[in-house]
């Protein structure tokens, strides 16, 4: 009974989270355009209902209805196989967030608002992040296409090379709450009116900017998109690709951001902490979703500012100033914490009106 | 639940091992290795030790595999050709040799059903990630630190060899796919030989190396 409950909520918790995420990343796609429009001075997509609010649904119809043309001396198998591989591996981080507290449900009684929660979370992330490399990469080599092989090529060394900046300059967190699970780290995060406690200002500033950084590499976004620099390689690794083929590889580009800005909030900004979540558990999905809306923002808004690196740029600042800055913060964070400072702050700062404190 | 578990990924770990050598294609055979990674991986997991299931994902189908993808792709290599067996006589030692590994394999199953031995944890936590680092940092920081030592070794000899090799200037940094050359550019005559990528910071920097002279380049005062 207790095992088919858990099962129970386990499908229901899976069902929810993937129509919740899919949902927003759909809106952000709208949202976007139309932040990239304002940015430029212009409208962005208004005429599918209300200010443009059906448009994600137009634009998936689109994609079911368009020709879907497979280039002839492609690697049939590999080629088909490379979105699959993409949006699988972008999907499945999802399940260890932690999207909320443990609240109270009707018939089901105290239930924490995380799918899986085990031991070795954060690591899960980064071992299932490292395999969406592939996606990208077969991809360029299945296209039979030079603009995709170059690429794919680019977005393997590419994430190669952040991937390192990116799981070194999360040790600064992990050497902070002691554990790997990302429901406690959330936990311990608590503090006086759910905010004093986040790792962000107080202990780890550092570690969050080189993680913002690395992960925005690592989800090709401006300014490092150089795998499908649109003015060099025609669309990149994608360039072969239509209709629900690119929509996939489309799809993966944005949970990826989605999932990244995910752990972002769940690491140093205290994921569903905020003010008076100890008596309103519910409030702490919605602090946890803004958090991930102000991620969100963050990227278009970069989109729309920033231009883009050239390629030894960013492989000059990913090995030279961000992996090393990366060491800098581990040994700093392990020097602080053997000394006894963040203890020191923790008591100063996390007074006990913290959430189930 | 478990048995379940364990036929399906041992057999997809079975199975991709089998496609890895059977493959003539090289980027397949790479596929199917990642596919017994993962296999593997999954089946440390119902063995209770996410940990090692983790780094497997995250060290061996992450990291070293997209290398060994990365090379193939570089270097576009294309199906192998199926030839005629040269040595022979290496069959018979073949089959002798997975004998005894078969062997060996029965032996160690009868061996353990013989002798059942109760763990010294009954509950599992020898698997989760806290106990491997303290075992690392107290009981195993000799073999540990040795073993960090042969890495960096090997680290060294690499760049040594990158240096030293003639191929490069000894000015050159080596990094992979840090600069794509056209194949127009590289199929000169005197470059035919030299592939690697080599980072350069600046288009003309990039000419200088392959011998490439700026036809219309303006004067520069």
Redesign the interface.
Known sequence: MEDLKHLGLLIIGMLIAFTVVMTMVAYTVLAERRVLGFIQGRLGPNRVGPGGLLQPLADLLKFIFKEDIVPDKS?R??YF?APIIATTAALMTMVVYPFGPEVNLPVLGAVRLVIAR???AL??V??????G??GI??A??SSNNKYS??G???A??Q??SY?LALGLGLIGVVLQSG??DLYSIVEQQAGHLGISGWNLIWVQPLGFIIYLIAAIAETNRVPFDLPEAETELVAGFHTEYSAMKFALFFLAEYVNMFTVSMLATTLFLGGWNGPFVHQLPWLGVFYFLGKVCFFLFFYIWLRGTLPRFR??QL?TFG?KYLVPAAIINIVLTATLQWLGVFDYFSQFLKTSTGWGG | MLALLFILFAGLAIGCAVSMVVQR?P??SA?SL?GVF?AL?CLYVTLAA??I???Q??VY???IM??V??VI??L?VEDEERRPLRLRSLIPIAVMLAAALFAEAVFIIFFVQANPKTPAHTVSDIG???SIGGGLFTTYLLPFEITSILLLMAIVGAITLARTGGLLSPRAVV??????FAREMLDREKYIDDLTPV???STEEAEKLLGLEHKDQSPKT
Do not use: C, K
């Open positions: 690697t198998f590999v196989l085990f031991d070795v690591l899960y980064l071992g299932v992040t490292s395999i490399v592939y990469a077969l360029g080599w092989l170059m794919g090529l680019r393997a060394s994430m190669i991937e554990t790997l390629f030894d492989m090995w | 294609n980027l397949y596929i990642i993962i991986a996410p940990f299931a983790a780094v994902v995250i189908a992450g990291a997209v290398l993808v990365f792709m570089l576009n989760m990630t806290s990094v992979p796919g840090a600069q794509v980072t350069t910071h």
